[in-house]
């Protein structure tokens, strides 16, 4: 069913998501959205699926990206060199934008079991270079939309009337969908978005596809000027379907990758490390473990 007023949106490609691990950092990982092909999937550069106990990931540097952190099950503990330090539960999102530059760290609190997303963004040229900031995305305070079997949790941008709290560099609209069984939700996207819905757990029905748990489905940028929607039908018979559904205008500029850092050139990154070696991202924390 397509919302009225709008365009029904189509999906361009399905992929399944590439398990891996254990690994030095964590008891399992998985990729879910790889960063081979840029061009395929930008503003959104890649995202993995982490289970891990102990040691997790231990302080490291960023630049030039932003990262978001969903948290699927128990407790992420973090700091940085902000001087920020919690722990995030089930539900709750950290969005952290690296900017000009930062150290952090991500744990399982206690060492016991933290089971995570992390999504990176793309950001323009002109400011990947932006003072950092951190926002933690408490499940409370996000907004949400409520209808017959559908629960929508607004993380970022605008849903029909309801608009998410995180602040972005880049508009985009960051949303986590909650079906029961054979319900449906069609979210309004602009057209020149692109947009990927990952299903967490059950079985979806996307744009007519079907889309199991693990994977992620894409539907790129639309040439029309209307606004268009995407139909997502809760497809499991026997649970709950979830979907992180994320979209955003492509920034088509150069983006080069260097390990933690992503920058426009590969001047840029070989600046990124010189600084984070000379101390500009500042000292490595000495936070305590909470």
Excluded: C
Excluded at 48 to 63: N, Q, T
Aim: net charge negative; proline share 7%; aromatic share 6%.
């Amino acid at each position: 069913m397509t919302t009225p007023g709008t365009v029904a949106r189509h999906i361009d490609r399905v992929r399944t998501k590439a398990m891996g691990g254990p690994t030095t950092q964590v008891d399992k990982n998985a990729l879910i959205i790889a960063p081979d092909d840029v061009t395929k999937t930008d503003p959104f550069l890649l995202m993995a699926e982490d289970w891990f106990s102990e040691p997790g990931f231990e302080w490291h540097p960023h630049r030039g990206v932003e990262t978001v952190t969903v948290v699927l099950d128990g407790v992420l503990e973090h700091g940085d060199s902000l001087g920020h330090a919690g722990a995030l539960e089930p539900g709750d999102i950290q969005w952290m934008t690296a900017g000009r530059g930062i150290i952090h760290r991500e744990l399982a609190y206690r060492n016991e079991h933290a089971h995570t997303l992390q999504l990176w963004l793309n950001l323009p040229t002109d400011k990947r270079m932006v003072e950092t900031r951190y926002q933690d995305v408490r499940q409370a305070d996000q907004a949400s939309i409520e209808g017959p079997g559908v629960l929508v949790r607004v993380v970022s941008g605008t849903a029909g009337e309801v608009t998410g709290p995180a602040e972005n560099h880049w508009p985009i609209t960051g949303l986590m969908v909650t079906l029961e069984p054979g319900s449906t939700y069609s979210p309004v996207l602009s057209p020149e978005d692109r947009a990927f819905a990952f299903v967490i757990e059950g079985n979806a029905t996307i744009a007519g596809k079907t889309v199991s748990e693990g994977q992620v489905a894409w539907s790129d940028p639309m040439k029309v000027t209307d606004p268009t929607s995407l139909e997502l039908i809760g497809a499991d018979p026997e649970r709950r379907t979830t979907v992180m559904l994320f979209s955003g205008k492509p920034i088509r500029e150069s983006i080069v990758f260097g390990g933690p850092f992503v920058m426009s050139s590969r001047a840029e990154i070989e600046q990124a490390y010189l600084d984070f070696q000379r101390g500009k991202f500042g000292p490595i924390p000495r936070l305590a473990r909470l």
